[in-house]
């Protein structure tokens, strides 16, 4: 079992910053990868970015290239998500997620094994 927790969500006007944390604990050394996603009211769950643990690629949404940056802190088992110049387009749920299998891609949800409960990103236009 994986235990995620997410945290730094909250309210910030558009063109501000946030950082998400993403804290993993428990079977984290069976992780290949971890990703980010976001879900809107009455929208799907979309994929954000990922990291894979070994080599530290990373991956992003077209929507989110050269605003987001993902990163993790291997030594805290710590996955971030640094946010910048907000858009209210980019309001939603943030979920992080820890994939135990290794795929070639990372950008579908169902490749993901344990999810986090989530943390609330409110852009004011």
């Known amino acids: 079992q994986v235990q995620l927790v997410e945290s730094g969500g909250g309210l910030v006007q558009a063109g501000g910053s946030l950082r998400l944390s993403c804290a993993a604990s428990g079977r984290t050394f069976s992780n290949y990868a971890m990703g980010w996603f976001r879900q809107a009211p009455g929208k799907e769950r979309d994929f954000v970015a990922a990291?894979?643990?070994?080599?530290?690629?990373?991956y992003y949404a077209e929507s989110v290239k050269g605003r987001f940056t993902i990163s993790r802190e291997n030594a805290k088992n710590t996955v971030y998500l640094q946010m910048n110049t907000l858009r209210p387009a980019d309001t939603a749920v943030y979920y992080c997620a820890a994939a135990t299998t290794y795929y070639s891609t990372l950008d579908d949800a169902r490749y993901y094994d344990y999810w986090g409960q989530g943390t609330q990103v409110t852009v004011s236009s």
């Open positions: 990291i894979r643990w070994r080599g530290g690629r990373t």
